[in-house]
Nanobody
Framework: QVQLVESGGGLVQAGGSLRLSCAAS????????MGWYRQAPGKARELVAL???????TYADSVKGRFTISNDNAKNTVYLQMNSLKPEDTAVYYC?????????????????WGKGTLVTVSS
C-alpha cells in the first residue's frame, strides 16, 4: 500500500500565499507523477497541477501564473506553492500519486490519494 500525507492547508486572506506539501510512503518501486486536485463544495473534483518525475508540469488554466508545483524525488514529496490566492481557490486539496509498486507491475502505475487538506481564502 501507498500512503499520502498532506500538510499546509489553512485560512488565508485574498492575495496571500500558502504552500502545500505531500509525502508518499509505503511500498513504492517508482513514481510516475504526483499532483494536486481540489474539490469545492457542490463542485466536481478538478486537476490543479501535476508533475512527472522528470519534471514536466501541467496546470489548470485558472491557476496558471499563480501556482507552482515542484517535487523532491528523493523524498517522494510534492509541493504546491499557491500565490495570489482568490476566494474561488477555496476547496479541499487532495494529493495524488501515480505509482509503480513493484518491478513486475505495469509501468502505467496506480493512483493513490491523500485524505485532503482544506484551503480557505477569505475576501
Amino acid at each position: 500500500q501507498v500512503q499520502l500525507v498532506e500538510s499546509g492547508g489553512g485560512l488565508v486572506q485574498a492575495g496571500g500565499s500558502l504552500r502545500l506539501s505531500c509525502a508518499a510512503s509505503g511500498t513504492i518501486f517508482s513514481i510516475n507523477s504526483m499532483g494536486w486536485y481540489r474539490q469545492a463544495p457542490g463542485k466536481a473534483r478538478e486537476l490543479v497541477a501535476l508533475i512527472t518525475t522528470a519534471g514536466s508540469t501541467t496546470y489548470a488554466d485558472s491557476v496558471k501564473g499563480r501556482f507552482t508545483i515542484s517535487n523532491d524525488n528523493a523524498k517522494n514529496t510534492v509541493y504546491l506553492q499557491m500565490n495570489s490566492l482568490k476566494p474561488e481557490d477555496t476547496a479541499v486539496y487532495y494529493c495524488n500519486a501515480n505509482t509503480v509498486t513493484s518491478f513486475f507491475a505495469s509501468r502505467k502505475g496506480v493512483n493513490y490519494w491523500g485524505k485532503g487538506t482544506l484551503v480557505t481564502v477569505s475576501s
